[in-house]
């Protein structure tokens, strides 16, 4: 499936931060979310068919699936790309959280 182009400017992390990062293990997953009203969605095609269920329905036949990409822009639907980052068993959303917490754990006692 092809994914819609996204500004990424905003992901860029220090190389600080990246060395701090590789010393306690935690790792970046990015996600991407779909937005249609005002609702998030993970999965783009869940978006797409909520999407359509609020269309009015057309008296000109059916509708023919068009392009991923050209669903997000008939629908309104628009991807957020967000970062996870996983220290131990935890998520988080702020790179500095998860160093915190892997500062705070590696502390000597």
Same mark, same amino acid.
């Given at each position: *499936?092809?994914?819609?182009?996204?500004? %990424?400017?905003?992901?860029?992390?220090? =190389? %600080?931060?990246?060395?701090? *990062?590789?010393? !306690?293990?935690?790792?970046?997953?990015?996600?991407? !979310?779909?937005?249609?009203?005002?609702?998030?969605?993970?999965?783009?095609?869940?978006?797409?068919?909520?999407?359509? $269920?609020?269309?009015? =329905?057309?008296?000109?036949? =059916?509708?023919?699936?068009? %392009?991923?990409? %050209?669903? *997000?822009?008939?629908?309104?639907?628009? $991807?957020?790309?967000?970062?996870?980052?996983?220290?131990?068993?935890?998520?988080?959303?702020?790179?500095?959280?998860?160093?915190?917490?892997?500062?705070?754990?590696?502390? =000597?006692?």
């Amino acid at each position: *499936m092809a994914s819609a182009d996204c500004n %990424e400017s905003n992901s860029a992390i220090s =190389p %600080e931060a990246t060395e701090e *990062m590789a010393k !306690y293990g935690i790792t970046r997953v990015p996600v991407d !979310y779909f937005h249609y009203g005002s609702f998030r969605y993970t999965n783009l095609e869940d978006a797409i068919a909520q999407a359509k $269920r609020q269309q009015p =329905p057309k008296d000109s036949g =059916p509708v023919i699936s068009p %392009e991923i990409t %050209e669903g *997000m822009a008939k629908y309104g639907i628009t $991807r957020v790309p967000v970062d996870y980052f996983y220290y131990g068993k935890y998520r988080y959303t702020n790179l500095e959280d998860a160093v915190a917490e892997a500062k705070r754990e590696q502390r =000597p006692s």
